[in-house]
Protein backbone atom coordinates (compact mmCIF):
# COMPACT_ATOMS: atom_id res chain seq x y z
CA UNK A 1 0.00 0.00 0.00
CA UNK A 2 2.92 2.02 0.26
CA UNK A 3 3.56 2.74 -3.32
CA UNK A 4 -0.06 4.89 -3.64
CA UNK A 5 -0.57 8.34 -2.22
CA UNK A 6 -3.51 10.90 -1.42
CA UNK A 7 -4.76 14.01 -1.30
CA UNK A 8 -5.48 16.52 1.27
CA UNK A 9 -6.32 20.07 2.26
CA UNK A 10 -4.03 22.04 4.46
CA UNK A 11 -6.41 23.67 7.36
CA UNK A 12 -3.52 25.75 8.88
CA UNK A 13 -0.74 25.70 11.68
CA UNK A 14 -1.39 24.50 15.70
CA UNK A 15 0.85 23.09 18.34
CA UNK A 16 1.39 19.93 20.21
CA UNK A 17 2.44 19.39 23.48
CA UNK A 18 4.33 16.01 24.51
CA UNK A 19 4.51 14.76 28.41
CA UNK A 20 7.80 16.66 28.51
CA UNK A 21 6.31 19.34 28.08
CA UNK A 22 7.91 20.17 24.64
CA UNK A 23 5.79 22.13 22.51
CA UNK A 24 6.12 21.02 18.27
CA UNK A 25 4.79 22.85 16.02
CA UNK A 26 2.30 20.68 13.58
CA UNK A 27 0.50 21.74 10.05
CA UNK A 28 -3.07 20.41 10.11
CA UNK A 29 -4.64 18.06 7.04
CA UNK A 30 -8.00 16.81 6.05
CA UNK A 31 -6.77 13.97 3.69
CA UNK A 32 -9.40 12.57 1.40
CA UNK A 33 -10.49 9.10 1.33
CA UNK A 34 -9.35 8.00 -2.42
CA UNK A 35 -11.52 5.67 -4.46
CA UNK A 36 -10.25 3.30 -7.26
CA UNK A 37 -11.68 4.07 -10.57
CA UNK A 38 -9.49 2.24 -13.06
CA UNK A 39 -6.72 0.09 -13.19
CA UNK A 40 -3.91 0.44 -15.63
CA UNK A 41 -1.98 -2.31 -16.76
CA UNK A 42 1.44 -2.95 -19.12
CA UNK A 43 -0.67 -4.42 -21.96
CA UNK A 44 -2.71 -0.64 -22.35
CA UNK A 45 0.12 1.62 -21.21
CA UNK A 46 3.42 -0.01 -20.75
CA UNK A 47 3.51 0.43 -17.21
CA UNK A 48 0.88 -0.74 -14.42
CA UNK A 49 -0.76 1.78 -12.06
CA UNK A 50 -3.79 2.51 -10.70
CA UNK A 51 -6.30 6.09 -10.83
CA UNK A 52 -7.55 7.36 -7.66
CA UNK A 53 -10.42 9.52 -7.67
CA UNK A 54 -10.55 12.41 -5.07
CA UNK A 55 -13.53 14.45 -3.39
CA UNK A 56 -17.17 14.65 -4.93
CA UNK A 57 -18.11 17.18 -7.93
CA UNK A 58 -21.69 17.75 -9.25
CA UNK A 59 -22.48 15.95 -12.95
CA UNK A 60 -23.57 19.27 -13.76
CA UNK A 61 -19.73 20.32 -13.52
CA UNK A 62 -18.61 18.19 -15.96
CA UNK A 63 -17.42 18.22 -19.24
CA UNK A 64 -19.50 15.45 -21.63
CA UNK A 65 -16.40 13.24 -22.09
CA UNK A 66 -16.19 13.10 -17.93
CA UNK A 67 -19.37 12.14 -17.76
CA UNK A 68 -18.94 9.40 -20.06
CA UNK A 69 -15.74 8.31 -18.56
CA UNK A 70 -17.59 7.91 -15.12
CA UNK A 71 -20.88 6.43 -16.46
CA UNK A 72 -18.32 3.73 -18.13
CA UNK A 73 -16.77 2.82 -15.36
CA UNK A 74 -20.08 3.10 -13.41
CA UNK A 75 -18.75 4.94 -10.83
CA UNK A 76 -19.79 8.35 -8.93
CA UNK A 77 -17.82 11.47 -10.27
CA UNK A 78 -14.47 12.59 -9.04
CA UNK A 79 -12.98 16.14 -8.49
CA UNK A 80 -9.85 15.12 -8.98
CA UNK A 81 -8.03 11.79 -10.77
CA UNK A 82 -4.60 10.69 -9.52
CA UNK A 83 -2.14 8.06 -10.96
CA UNK A 84 -0.23 5.80 -8.73
CA UNK A 85 2.46 3.10 -10.32
CA UNK A 86 2.55 0.15 -8.78
CA UNK A 87 4.48 -3.11 -8.72
CA UNK A 88 1.26 -5.54 -8.12
CA UNK A 89 -2.33 -5.16 -9.60
CA UNK A 90 -3.77 -8.03 -7.87
CA UNK A 91 -3.96 -6.11 -4.29
CA UNK A 92 -5.98 -4.03 -6.30
CA UNK A 93 -9.41 -3.59 -7.05
CA UNK A 94 -11.93 -0.91 -8.94
CA UNK A 95 -14.16 0.69 -6.15
CA UNK A 96 -11.48 -0.23 -3.34
CA UNK A 97 -11.16 2.85 -0.80
CA UNK A 98 -7.99 3.99 0.50
CA UNK A 99 -8.11 6.59 3.87
CA UNK A 100 -5.00 7.75 6.43
CA UNK A 101 -4.95 4.21 7.51
CA UNK A 102 -2.30 3.58 4.59
CA UNK A 103 0.10 5.48 6.80
CA UNK A 104 -0.67 3.32 9.89
CA UNK A 105 3.19 2.24 10.27
CA UNK A 106 4.46 5.34 8.47
CA UNK A 107 6.81 7.44 10.58
CA UNK A 108 7.36 9.92 7.77
CA UNK A 109 6.21 11.30 4.67
CA UNK A 110 6.98 13.63 1.30
CA UNK A 111 4.66 16.27 1.19
CA UNK A 112 3.89 18.28 -2.70
CA UNK A 113 2.31 21.19 -2.72
CA UNK A 114 1.45 24.61 -4.77
CA UNK A 115 3.77 27.57 -2.87
CA UNK A 116 2.01 30.81 -1.98
CA UNK A 117 2.22 33.03 -4.94
CA UNK A 118 3.70 36.68 -4.22
CA UNK A 119 3.50 38.49 -7.79
CA UNK A 120 5.99 40.05 -9.34
CA UNK A 121 9.21 40.70 -7.03
CA UNK A 122 12.90 42.14 -7.16
CA UNK A 123 16.17 40.49 -7.00
CA UNK A 124 16.86 41.06 -3.38
CA UNK A 125 12.96 39.75 -1.98
CA UNK A 126 13.59 36.92 -5.34
CA UNK A 127 17.05 35.71 -4.42
CA UNK A 128 18.05 37.18 -1.63
CA UNK A 129 20.50 39.59 -3.17
CA UNK A 130 22.33 42.26 -1.38
CA UNK A 131 21.63 45.26 -3.02
CA UNK A 132 23.77 48.22 -4.17
CA UNK A 133 25.20 50.34 -1.66
CA UNK A 134 23.40 52.98 0.27
CA UNK A 135 25.44 56.16 0.03
CA UNK A 136 28.72 56.86 -2.06
CA UNK A 137 28.27 57.30 -6.00
CA UNK A 138 24.49 55.07 -6.14
CA UNK A 139 21.75 56.87 -7.27
CA UNK A 140 17.58 55.28 -7.17
CA UNK A 141 19.07 51.76 -7.97
CA UNK A 142 20.04 50.52 -4.12
CA UNK A 143 17.37 47.44 -4.67
CA UNK A 144 18.82 46.51 -8.22
CA UNK A 145 20.48 43.02 -9.11
CA UNK A 146 23.27 45.14 -10.43
CA UNK A 147 24.96 43.98 -14.26
CA UNK A 148 22.77 42.00 -16.35
CA UNK A 149 24.95 40.50 -18.82
CA UNK A 150 28.20 40.30 -20.57
CA UNK A 151 30.00 42.79 -23.00
CA UNK A 152 30.11 42.10 -26.78
CA UNK A 153 30.66 38.21 -25.95
CA UNK A 154 28.18 36.08 -25.60
CA UNK A 155 26.43 39.58 -26.43
CA UNK A 156 23.43 37.63 -24.57
CA UNK A 157 21.72 37.10 -21.18
CA UNK A 158 22.43 34.13 -20.47
CA UNK A 159 18.94 31.30 -19.55
CA UNK A 160 18.52 31.10 -15.70
CA UNK A 161 19.83 34.40 -15.18
CA UNK A 162 18.94 36.26 -11.66
CA UNK A 163 16.99 38.51 -12.39
CA UNK A 164 13.41 40.11 -11.08
CA UNK A 165 10.62 38.35 -12.16
CA UNK A 166 7.36 35.99 -11.12
CA UNK A 167 7.64 34.93 -7.41
CA UNK A 168 6.03 31.48 -5.86
CA UNK A 169 3.29 29.51 -7.47
CA UNK A 170 5.39 26.74 -7.96
CA UNK A 171 5.36 22.96 -7.27
CA UNK A 172 7.89 22.16 -4.44
CA UNK A 173 8.19 19.16 -2.30
CA UNK A 174 9.05 18.65 1.37
CA UNK A 175 10.44 15.27 2.30
CA UNK A 176 10.87 13.31 5.30
CA UNK A 177 7.80 14.94 7.42
CA UNK A 178 7.18 13.47 10.63
CA UNK A 179 3.42 12.42 11.44
CA UNK A 180 3.17 13.48 14.84
CA UNK A 181 -0.49 12.23 15.36
CA UNK A 182 -3.22 10.56 13.08
CA UNK A 183 -6.67 11.06 13.82
CA UNK A 184 -8.95 8.86 11.60
CA UNK A 185 -12.43 9.70 12.96
CA UNK A 186 -12.08 12.93 11.22
CA UNK A 187 -9.43 12.05 8.88
CA UNK A 188 -6.89 14.71 10.09
CA UNK A 189 -3.03 14.10 10.12
CA UNK A 190 -0.61 16.06 12.11
CA UNK A 191 2.52 17.08 10.44
CA UNK A 192 5.68 18.34 12.06
CA UNK A 193 6.81 21.62 10.89
CA UNK A 194 5.64 23.80 7.62
CA UNK A 195 4.83 22.69 4.45
CA UNK A 196 4.31 24.67 1.20
CA UNK A 197 1.11 26.41 -0.10
CA UNK A 198 -1.78 28.56 1.52
CA UNK A 199 -4.61 27.61 3.77
CA UNK A 200 -7.32 25.23 1.82
CA UNK A 201 -4.57 24.78 -0.85
CA UNK A 202 -4.39 20.58 -1.98
CA UNK A 203 -1.64 18.50 -0.96
CA UNK A 204 -0.02 15.29 -2.26
CA UNK A 205 1.12 12.83 0.48
CA UNK A 206 2.97 10.07 0.03
CA UNK A 207 4.74 7.51 2.10
CA UNK A 208 8.88 8.48 2.42
CA UNK A 209 10.87 7.44 -1.17
CA UNK A 210 14.16 7.75 1.12
CA UNK A 211 15.21 5.64 3.87
CA UNK A 212 16.37 7.54 6.79
CA UNK A 213 17.06 5.87 10.51
CA UNK A 214 15.79 9.25 11.91
CA UNK A 215 14.32 8.76 15.70
CA UNK A 216 11.01 10.61 16.18
CA UNK A 217 10.16 12.95 18.95
CA UNK A 218 7.83 10.40 20.61
CA UNK A 219 10.96 7.94 20.47
CA UNK A 220 13.83 10.19 21.61
CA UNK A 221 11.45 10.53 24.72
CA UNK A 222 10.78 7.11 25.61
CA UNK A 223 15.13 6.51 25.44
CA UNK A 224 15.02 9.53 27.94
CA UNK A 225 12.70 8.17 30.11
CA UNK A 226 14.67 4.85 29.99
CA UNK A 227 18.05 7.04 30.67
CA UNK A 228 16.40 8.14 33.37
CA UNK A 229 15.00 4.65 35.16
CA UNK A 230 18.64 3.10 34.70
CA UNK A 231 20.43 6.35 36.55
CA UNK A 232 18.10 6.21 39.32
CA UNK A 233 18.05 1.95 40.22
CA UNK A 234 22.42 2.27 40.05
CA UNK A 235 21.75 5.13 42.78
Known amino acids: ?62 SKAMKGYFSKRNTEARRVLKEFRVKDLNQYKEGNEFGIEIFKDTKFIDVRSKTIGKGFAGAMKRHNFGGLRASHGVSVSHRAHGSTGQNQDPGKVFKGKKMAGHMGDKMRSMQNLEIIKADLNNNLLYLKGSIPGSKNSEVLLKKAIKNISKLTISEKIEILEKSKKTKEKKK
Open 1 to 62: MSEIGLIGKKIGMTREFFKTGQSVPVTVLRVEKGRIVQLINKEQRGYNAIQLGFGNIKNSKL
